[in-house]
């Protein structure tokens, strides 16, 4: 079908007028909460329904259990997991002393969390704060903050902090602390990178022109822009952060008993693995599921804070996978 220009009274040609394109991004998707945008994606609201249930168990569970997770009793030591003759606290067996995997699994969860949770929130506000400063003024100060970040990024994390642990006292403290030192210039970079570009934008200079200082600038027009990318890059750092908790307590040199994590109850259960293979399977599991469901909510939330990518999200599920 050809489209052929109409001329008006004047005997002017007009053009046609096109019909709008199946691509056109729909105008209520702006305005969209994004709680609704969450709800519209399967995959992602489990994701995300799995993370508040780690913390809601993280934050109350041990209080709910009391001392079942610390209770031995020989007797039903080994116990095999999905029986409920010994009671529901047994569900997923118990361990060589015959204390419940389930209560300590529950446990475990907020060791886990008080790790891994503390060293992301230091390092990206850290990391952040130096990278806004430091792209935003440029200079010395760009130069200076980029070579301390290399000079961090240039020694593994993981062997960095397996020699810093082994020279001092393994513990929760020490480990959050080096967690965060070796976490820190991956905010620095991204926080830098993208207050550089932003320091050239139009409503920066309208703002620096009515006198507003480098701080005020930073603070009203810089931070709102950033925060987006800076809670998807800390989304999928609490996945490496939790790994990384996990590898040192697995290895010995991390969380240490009475305290008990994922990581170390993997650790523990390694010589059980042909005789009792749930003592290392289950929290395993509560890791893997854990970082799955982190990873999966962090690529969601990447696209929905996207201003240009954030109308994909309001497509119907055939046309999203036929875009894919």
């Known amino acids: 079908m050809t489209l052929e220009a109409s001329k008006d009274s004047s005997g002017v040609p007009v053009p046609p007028v096109l019909p709008p394109t199946p ?17 519209r994606d399967r995959v992602a609201t489990i994701a995300a329904g799995i993370l508040v249930l780690v913390f809601l168990t993280a934050i109350f569970g041990p209080m709910l259990v009391g001392d079942t997770a610390t209770r031995q009793d020989l007797d039903r030591s080994n ?36 790790v891994a949770i503390p060293a992301v929130i230091l390092s990206g506000i850290i990391g952040s704060i130096i ?7 440029r200079g010395w100060r760009e130069t200076a903050a980029m070579r301390v970040a290399d000079v961090i990024m240039s020694f593994p994390s993981l062997l960095m902090a397996v020699v810093v642990l082994y020279v001092f006292s393994p513990s929760a403290a020490n480990i959050v602390l080096i967690l965060t030192i070796t976490r820190i210039p991956i905010y620095l970079r991204t926080a830098r990178a993208e207050s550089a570009e932003l320091r050239s934008r139009v409503f920066v200079d309208a703002a620096r022109t009515f006198g507003a200082g480098s701080g005020a600038v930073i603070r009203r027009h810089v931070v709102p822009i950033l925060l987006p990318t800076l809670l998807t890059v800390a989304t999928l750092d ?21 305290d008990i994590s994922w990581g170390l109850m993997v650790s523990q259960g390694r010589t059980y693995l042909q005789s009792a293979w749930w003592l290392s399977f289950f929290p395993g599991l509560a890791i893997v599921i854990t970082t799955v469901s982190a990873t999966v909510l962090a690529a969601w939330a990447r696209i929905a804070t996207d201003p240009a990518q ?15």
Not at 23 to 39: G, N, V, Y
Not at 238 to 258: D, K, R
Not at 310 to 324: F, G, I, N
């Open 23 to 39: 691509d056109a991004a729909p105008s209520r998707t702006t305005s969209m909460p994004l709680w609704r945008l969450l709800l």
């Open 238 to 258: 609490f996945c490496f952060v939790m790994l990384a908790e996990s590898s040192l307590s697995f290895l010995g040199i991390g969380i240490q008993p009475p």
């Open 131 to 137: 990278g806004m400063w430091a792209g935003y003024h």
């Open 310 to 324: 954030r109308w994909r999200l309001t497509l119907p599920r055939s046309k999203r996978k036929a875009r894919r």
């Open 79 to 114: 116990l095999a997991p999905f029986s409920l003759d010994t009671g529901f606290m047994n569900i997923l067996g118990t361990d060589p002393l015959g204390r419940s995997m389930l209560a300590r699994l529950i446990l475990a969860s907020r060791t886990t969390l008080s």
